[in-house]
């Protein structure tokens, strides 16, 4: 188990990004949280080699100039960030979404509003990555 779970949140609404930080932080009070807004902004942060690996990417689907699809996608494509944990929280409760992450490895699909019992598994998950 890691002492400080990295926990990378990439969701662009600010009301949902303080609802998760807020609720992760309530149940691992030693974790630390980075927000980026989106694909694009968490694909510039994987590129920069001093950055730190996440233990997991709690990522959303919904969003602007790269959403959380084509992130995965470009994921994918890097044999190493291909292996980091990816757990989708999106407001998107479409079988065909749940399918297409499922089929790009996602480790898991929850669907919005978060809990505190997802919170919880998002918690040991990071913890256990």
């Not at 790269?66 to 890097?78: A, I, N, V």
């Amino acid at each position: 188990m890691k002492d400080t779970p990295l926990i990378l949140l990439v969701e662009d609404d600010d009301i949902d990004a303080f609802i998760v930080h807020t609720m992760l932080l309530k149940f691992c009070g030693n974790c630390n949280i980075i927000r980026l807004k989106n694909g694009a902004e968490a694909t510039d942060y994987f590129k920069n080699n001093t950055n730190q690996r996440p233990s997991i990417v709690l990522l959303d689907l919904i969003m602007p100039r790269m959403d959380g699809k084509e992130f995965l996608s470009e994921m994918q494509k890097d044999g190493e960030l291909s292996k980091l944990p990816i757990v989708i929280l999106s407001s998107s409760s479409s079988f065909c979404d749940m399918q297409e992450c499922e089929d790009k490895g996602v480790l898991k699909y929850f669907v919005k509003p978060l809990t505190p019992d997802i919170s919880k598994e998002i918690i040991h998950l990071a913890s256990v990555a």
